[in-house]
């Protein structure tokens, strides 16, 4: 269910509230789903969560592109 939220119509901003429900069953067939190769996800970068307001900044500038993983501790890799 999504219901308007704040924009900001200057920026071409436009806000919405997503509600979810969780469905355990949905995300194990997802992610069996990934398993098996049927379902990829491409992931343009990892951040570290101490790093979300340096990804917000980029990301008002236009920097971001892509879909951004946030994790509490990045490994490296």
Same mark, same amino acid.
């Not at 924009?7 to 436009?14: A, I, K, L």
């Not at 900044?57 to 892509?66: D, H, L, N, Q």
């Given at each position: 269910?999504?219901?308007p939220a704040p924009s900001d119509e200057? /920026?071409?901003v436009h806000g919405v509230n997503v509600f979810l429900r969780g469905d355990t %069953?949905?995300?194990a067939d997802l992610v069996a789903a990934v398993d098996r190769g049927?379902? /990829?996800?491409?992931v343009a970068e990892r951040v570290a969560l101490a790093d979300?307001? /340096?990804l917000h900044a980029r %990301? %008002? %500038?236009?920097?971001?592109s892509g879909k951004v993983v946030i994790v509490p501790a990045l490994a490296a890799r």
């Amino acid at each position: 269910m999504t219901i308007p939220a704040p924009s900001d119509e200057e /920026r071409d901003v436009h806000g919405v509230n997503v509600f979810l429900r969780g469905d355990t %069953a949905q995300l194990a067939d997802l992610v069996a789903a990934v398993d098996r190769g049927e379902l /990829r996800v491409d992931v343009a970068e990892r951040v570290a969560l101490a790093d979300l307001p /340096r990804l917000h900044a980029r %990301a %008002a %500038a236009g920097e971001v592109s892509g879909k951004v993983v946030i994790v509490p501790a990045l490994a490296a890799r």
